[in-house]
């Protein structure tokens, strides 16, 4: 067995020493600036996200007629979005998708692995498929959404997004010690860029998708594959982060950092 030079202290009893005052300030000074220059071009960057989705629905030959229509909300200011015509499903196409849900959940339901995170992923989408299924088999004359709606919804929420996780993530890379800077203001660029672009090509493939197979696939995209999604880049992008900045603090330089009670 090969002898171990230097054995390091335990884990235990050890916390970063880390300025407070520091950590304020860097989440003031990042933050405040980025959330001032998000809102003061909400509706530049809203209105880019439209015109880049009527660039690929014009280039791609979607024929998919959308205009750019804009509202004013009270704290938001303006925020642009797409108008894009309604599609109703067909009652066979609504009995077909109930059919093959309910189907999906039964055969789930009674598999040894149903207990399974993804197993249980499927039965939801399913279980969300078939209600939406019997809502336009009984009453679909009485959906409240329009796809113009389901548009605006959509870009208000992508705007609460970037905003929330600018927030966030300047938060948890701030108290993350008071080094790393040039590591911890990547991660929150990565963070904005990757949301903003992920948000930009869904916008464009559920509009696409909504507007060839109808609206009967709206509660769907919208509750399993919307921001749960959103939460999914975040802690990938949060998990290289803390790798980073745990090789920078169990580094020579990096211990001194640490304080022991």
């Known amino acids: 067995m090969a002898?171990?030079?230097?054995?390091?202290?335990?884990?235990?009893?050890?916390?970063?020493?880390?300025?407070?005052?520091?950590?304020?300030?860097?989440i003031c000074i990042l933050i405040l600036p980025m959330l001032l220059l998000?809102?003061?071009h909400l509706d530049d960057l809203t209105r880019w996200i439209c015109e880049a989705a009527q660039y690929a629905f014009r280039e791609f030959c979607l024929d998919?007629?959308?205009?750019?229509?804009?509202?004013?909300?009270s704290l938001l200011g303006k925020v642009s979005y797409l108008s894009v015509s309604t599609v109703y499903p067909e009652f066979r196409m609504c009995l077909?998708?109930?059919?093959?849900?309910?189907?999906?959940?039964?055969?789930?339901?009674?598999?040894?692995?149903?207990?399974?995170?993804m197993a249980i992923y499927l039965i939801?989408?399913?279980?969300?498929?078939?209600?939406?299924?019997?809502?336009?088999?009984?009453?679909?004359e009485l959906f409240p959404y329009t796809?113009?709606?389901y548009s605006e919804l959509?870009?208000?929420?992508?705007?609460?997004?970037?905003?929330?996780?600018?927030?966030m993530t300047g938060a948890v890379t701030g108290i993350v010690g008071d080094r790393g800077f040039p590591d911890k203001l990547l991660t929150v660029l990565c963070v904005m860029v990757y949301a903003i672009v992920f948000g930009t090509v869904r916008y464009i493939v559920f509009l696409y998708l909504l507007y060839r197979c109808s609206v009967l696939y709206m509660t769907l995209l919208y509750f399993t594959l919307g921001?749960?999604?959103?939460?999914?880049?975040?802690?990938?992008?949060?998990?290289?982060?803390?790798?980073?900045?745990?090789?920078?603090?169990?580094?020579?330089?990096?211990?001194?950092?640490?304080?022991?009670?």
Not at 64 to 73: D, E, G, L, V, Y
Request: net charge positive.
């Open 154 to 167: 959509y870009m208000v929420q992508e705007v609460g997004i970037w905003i929330v996780f600018l927030v």
């Open 96 to 117: 077909l998708n109930g059919a093959v849900s309910l189907a999906v959940m039964i055969i789930i339901g009674n598999l040894p692995w149903k207990g399974r995170p």
């Open 124 to 140: 939801l989408n399913a279980g969300i498929q078939l209600i939406s299924s019997l809502w336009f088999l009984f009453a679909g």
């Open 147 to 149: 796809l113009t709606q």
């Open 64 to 73: 998919i007629p959308a205009s750019i229509q804009t509202k004013n909300f």
């Open 3 to 26: 002898e171990k030079k230097v054995i390091y202290y335990a884990r235990t009893y050890r916390a970063i020493r880390a300025s407070r005052t520091k950590c304020f300030l860097y």
């Open 38 to 40: 998000l809102w003061l």
């Open 227 to 261: 921001p749960m999604f959103d939460f999914v880049y975040l802690v990938m992008i949060y998990a290289f982060f803390i790798n980073r900045m745990i090789r920078l603090y169990e580094s020579h330089a990096g211990k001194g950092a640490w304080r022991w009670s």
